[in-house]
């Protein structure tokens, strides 16, 4: 099995007819984590939303190319087969549908009919990774989100994650909102997936999560586009001098800064 | 102008001949030819915004005939999948109107329940039924309630006495498969003081019977402190005209729970209603239905608040599809004196085609002053953002609205009580949305 490669190009995107991402370039490699940093409202989401493709998110120039196919020309859920994963900032609820029955759609959504998950290894699965993210097995027949604490749809985002094993992984700010016990079961999830198979994009506005999910490489996004990429080092920087600092030495004014 | 409508295709003499062939007592004959009198006069109900003038309410076979059975085995397998065969303990099963399978629990039995179909009912135990027949609805409501008291030709009457709890669910099926056959069932369910029962009845019918009606009415009553929980599935065929009328009266500190899946594929009107009369009483109502193929429906909730301190919940949901159009009236009503009364309802109608129609109507009637009362209502489609999600698992579009759709509809298959029956409802909402 090759190494799969993410390979974004130049990619701009409006909402709404405004433009917020503007020429954004990443590679990431199967086997590597990268972080992408960056004050408020310079598009580090609408990145992401617009690789999995949120129709409200208009690419208007650009390629993302997942192993050589281009993700921008596929519909949302074929792009998801194909093997990105986007862990949601603000997960929808959908009342009347359980946990297990929405991860099993979408596992044989996946598998293809005529090869679907036998019930006993889906079971099976479920409940290991549930409890590595220290998930009560109630959560398993609850509906989807609803009435779940922000915490506790990061976890179930992350669940998810794992129970799909994507090639790629983007986390949006899976952090925010989570506190140090949720923060390390998160980190716990993604750092068991680990491996030549699975690479990963972190959204983060702080250093913190990066203490536990060590990043090969850190990137920061201003304005549309990234602007400094380092090693984990540029994390810590970053955490003690703020962005000011950053934006006054790149010469970045503040004025073109845009809704996420 | 009512006289317009199509008559009647039966007169006194038929009656009277169908109520002795029956061997009924003479009360009941007399009730039958009063139906018969006043189904001339009354004109039909007015629901608002369907026009029911030319449904075929009144032309169908009366006097269908079902094949008794035994033993459970024998019953046809749908039926015996719905009813879970090894574990129906109290179960009655109706055939074309005709009573052909019943059983109740020994214990139960001996505790004085009394379950059983409404002609033997009104033979063995016609004081009781006498007291509650036609007394929660009117005979003269309009014109399908007094044919439905002329034309009665099956039923179910349940009876707990006073603090009897019944652990167990009680299930009544009706499946109709006679051409052109109409069921006019009356259902009758009497928790006394101090009782709980859950009750499920389910109707359903062949594509054989093609053209047909059913006109049903089913009365409850729910005594002081006692609980009642009705369950009910309606699936009729695309041919079958539905009048459906589920009426209760709830005494002081009673509760009555409601989840119906109003699932026919034929025209229907519906009419629910609660009468919360003793201080304390309590209702809670949810409903679901589905509207597909050119089918025309319109379901009246109604709830209303005497006794003080009374708490109602009315949670209406509806998907339509195709071309169908469906009317959803929700009604509150607050009396004067039904002080501290709280009463809230939600209606929610998912669109899934330009072509459907769906007006979800609430109302509130409020003759008190110190009473908390709410209403939400919505028409809406698909939320985008809930596709969005579940496709960025790798779901396909049809899939995931389908998941969404059921998911919608869960809530009332969520509470019924038996296996069989919570599966044909995901059944039936699987295939009518699929």
């Known amino acids: 099995m090759t190494v799969p490669e993410l390979k974004i190009k130049d990619l701009h995107v409006s909402v709404e007819g405004k433009s917020i991402v503007r020429g954004f370039d990443l590679e990431i490699k199967g086997g590597e984590i990268h972080a992408l940093m960056g004050p408020n409202g310079t598009g580090k989401s609408t990145v992401a939303s617009a690789i999995m493709g949120h129709p409200k998110y208009e690419v208007t120039q650009g390629t993302v190319l997942l192993d050589r196919e281009n993700l921008l020309d596929m519909a949302v859920d074929e792009r998801a087969r194909a093997g990105i994963f986007l862990a949601m900032q603000y997960p929808s609820e959908v009342s009347g549908v359980t946990n297990a029955d929405f991860l099993r759609t979408a596992i044989n959504g996946r598998r293809g009919e005529g090869n679907e998950i036998p019930l006993m290894k889906f079971i099976k699965t479920l409940d290991k990774k549930m409890q590595m993210l220290e998930m009560d097995q109630a959560f398993a027949e609850r509906y989807v989100n609803e009435g779940f604490s922000g915490g506790e749809k990061k976890r179930n985002e992350i669940l998810q994650l794992m129970m799909l094993e994507p090639k790629f992984a983007i986390l949006d700010e899976i952090d925010s909102g989570l506190d140090i016990d949720a923060l390390k079961w998160v980190a716990k999830g993604v750092n068991s997936m680990r491996s030549e198979n699975f690479g990963c994009l972190i959204i983060t506005h702080y250093q913190r999560l990066l203490n536990y999910i060590k990043p090969d490489k850190v990137h920061v996004m201003m304005n549309g586009r990234i602007v400094k990429t380092g090693g984990p080092e540029l994390a810590l920087r970053l955490e003690e001098e703020g962005y000011d600092g950053m934006k006054a030495e790149l010469g970045i004014k503040d004025d073109e800064t845009v809704e996420a | ?434």
């Open chain 2, 1 to 434: 102008m009512s006289t317009q409508l199509q008559s009647l295709p039966l007169g006194t003499e038929d009656i009277i001949r169908f109520s002795a062939d029956r061997n009924e007592p003479e009360w009941f004959t007399d009730i039958r030819l009063r139906g018969l009198e006043l189904a001339e006069e009354l004109p039909l109900p007015r629901p608002e915004k369907t026009r029911i003038d030319d449904w075929n309410f009144t032309n169908f076979n009366y006097k269908p005939e079902g094949n008794p059975v035994s033993l459970i085995h024998d019953l046809p397998a749908h039926i015996r999948r719905l009813i879970g065969e090894e574990k129906a303990e109290n179960v009655l099963v109706h055939h074309n109107g005709q009573a052909v399978y019943s059983s109740l629990a020994k214990d139960l039995k001996d505790k004085g329940v009394i379950f059983t179909d409404l002609a033997t009912a009104i033979k063995e135990h016609g004081d009781l039924v006498r007291q509650y027949y036609l007394k929660t609805t009117t005979i003269d409501k309009h014109r399908l309630t007094a044919l439905h008291a002329a034309l009665v030709n099956g039923g179910s009457f349940l009876y707990i006495p006073k603090n009897v709890v019944v652990e167990n669910p009680v299930q009544a099926v009706y499946f109709q498969d006679a051409p052109s056959s109409g069921l006019v069932a009356h259902t009758i369910v009497v928790a006394e003081t101090g009782s709980a029962v859950t009750y499920v009845e389910n109707y359903l019918s062949d594509e054989s019977v093609g053209d047909g009606a059913a006109n049903l009415v089913s009365e409850v009553t729910v005594g002081e402190n006692a609980r009642v929980s009705f369950g009910a599935v309606d699936h009729f065929s695309a041919g079958v005209v539905t009048y459906v009328s589920r009426q209760a009266n709830v005494k002081k500190d009673g509760s009555l729970q409601w989840a119906l899946g109003q699932i026919n594929d034929g025209n229907t009107v519906s009419e629910n209603a609660t009468n919360l009369e003793g201080d304390g009483a309590s209702a809670d109502t949810k409903v679901v239905s589905i509207g597909s193929g050119t089918q025309k429906q319109n379901f009246d909730n109604y709830i209303r608040h005497v006794g003080r301190a009374t708490v109602s919940r009315l949670f209406v949901r509806g998907v339509q599809k195709d071309e169908s159009n469906s009317i959803f009236n929700a009604r509150t009503k607050i009396e004067r004196g039904a002080s501290r009364a709280d009463g809230e309802q939600t209606q929610r109608v998912l669109m899934l085609s330009e072509k459907a129609r769906g007006d979800a109507n609430p109302i509130l009637l409020i003759d008190e002053y110190d009473v908390i009362a709410g209403h939400a209502a919505s028409v809406g489609r698909v939320d985008p953002e809930q596709l969005y999600y579940l496709m960025s698992r790798g779901i396909k579009k049809e899939t995931a609205e389908k998941l969404i759709v059921e998911g919608f509809l869960e809530p009332v298959v969520d509470l019924l009580p038996i296996e069989g029956v919570k599966r044909q409802l995901a059944e039936l909402i699987e295939r009518k949305v699929g």
